[in-house]
């Protein structure tokens, strides 16, 4: 858009390469993840961080069949949920086809640069598409490329981009007087969907990670107190360099407690050694017993070998999961007589740590 001011691209030479030669040390962290790491070791990492882990943002084949959750509870209607196979992608791909076509009619408007940068993340994905169909047959081999996060650039710029052109879209129409009754219809699909979040919010007030973490139940408000509560109780009495082990699916307790955990399924390292010390760790934790019925499926003394294991003395107990007592002095909540969704219990410490 600078026109003639705009210098020639051989002027620019020496500018690209300064920021080039500027970039590369920032390549280094990523490089160094995999330094000295045995080919095994490494294609083993890859494969649990793509196919076992990630796959539902790294792998086409599998967001393809990831559902669109349909979800109107929220109005009072138990009934109103719906889980449509394919149509989460295919809502994306809706998105790309309006923002090509307003793009088309407008002739790239006065954001052509943003457009083709759009444009180029779209190029991207496809490159991601292309390598999981060639793969298909022999998933090892796509792993090592898989693992670049090939379709979260078009995840964030493609709704951006046909922000942006219907506004400009919306702009012309209006300033020519032309369908402006199709222009007073987007505006008001526009302020349905913003108000839709609105009441979302208002009936669930509780943090996207929280959410996330699990479904809904009828207790959400007072299951999520009580989650803050044992995660402060954590907080004020343990050390700061304390461990605990807590339960599979939750994703915040770093955010409350601000402590350590044995091992989380959200957080997953980076480097490959520690993806498979995380996946030997998480499967030691969290057996299929344990995924299906909450921690205080591990008998009395498992618990203390894991104790002993991980060096941890306190547990959170998610009793939505399951109601079995667990032979461990209780320390949150304190009434004896008082129910929580969520319970602290501690291993002894000459049990926990050994001397």
């Not at 480097?271 to 344990?290: C, F, L, M, Q, S």
Request: hydrophobic share 45%; charged share 20%; net charge positive.
């Amino acid at each position: 858009c600078s026109g003639r001011d705009r210098p020639s691209l051989p002027a620019m030479v020496p500018a690209l390469v300064g920021g080039l030669a500027l970039a590369l040390p920032g390549l280094l962290p990523a490089l160094a993840l995999t330094w000295g790491v045995d080919h095994t070791i490494l294609a083993e990492a890859n494969d649990l961080y793509v196919h076992r882990r990630l796959s539902h943002h790294l792998v086409f084949h599998k967001i393809l069949m990831q559902p669109l959750v349909l979800d109107f509870e929220y109005l009072g209607l138990p009934t109103a949920r719906l889980e449509l196979t394919h149509l989460f992608f295919l809502r994306h791909l809706a998105l790309v086809a309006g923002w090509a076509t307003l793009c088309w009619q407008l002739r790239w408007g006065g954001a052509r640069r943003v457009h083709l940068f759009v444009g180029g993340a779209v190029v991207i994905a496809c490159g991601g598409i292309l390598i999981d169909q060639v793969t298909l047959a022999h998933p090892e081999r796509s792993a090592g490329l898989l693992r670049y996060y090939w379709f979260r650039l078009s995840d964030a710029v493609v709704p951006l981009g046909l922000t942006l052109a219907a506004g400009q879209m919306l702009h012309v129409e209006w300033c020519q007087r032309a369908r402006r009754g199709w222009l007073i219809a987007t505006v008001a699909l526009i302020c349905l969907f913003v108000t839709d979040a609105v009441a979302r919010r208002a009936a669930d007030p509780r943090p996207d990670a929280v959410i996330q973490a699990g479904p809904a139940d009828i207790d959400r408000t007072q299951g999520f107190a009580d989650w803050t509560a044992a995660c402060r109780w954590i907080n004020a009495h343990t050390a700061a360099d304390e461990n605990v082990l807590t339960p599979r699916g939750q994703q915040t307790f770093k955010w409350y407690a601000q402590r350590g955990e044995v091992v989380n399924w959200k957080d997953i390292p980076q480097d490959a050694k520690g993806i498979i010390e995380w996946w030997r760790r998480h499967n030691d934790v969290y057996p299929p017993t344990v995924r299906a019925n909450g921690l205080v499926a591990h008998d009395l003394a498992t618990l203390r070998a894991l104790g002993d294991r991980y060096q941890f003395q306190y547990i959170i107990i998610d009793r939505g999961k399951s109601l079995r007592p667990l032979p461990l002095p209780r320390v949150f909540p304190t009434q004896t007589d008082r129910q929580a969704k969520y319970e602290i219990y501690r291993i002894p410490a000459a049990t926990a740590r050994p001397e």
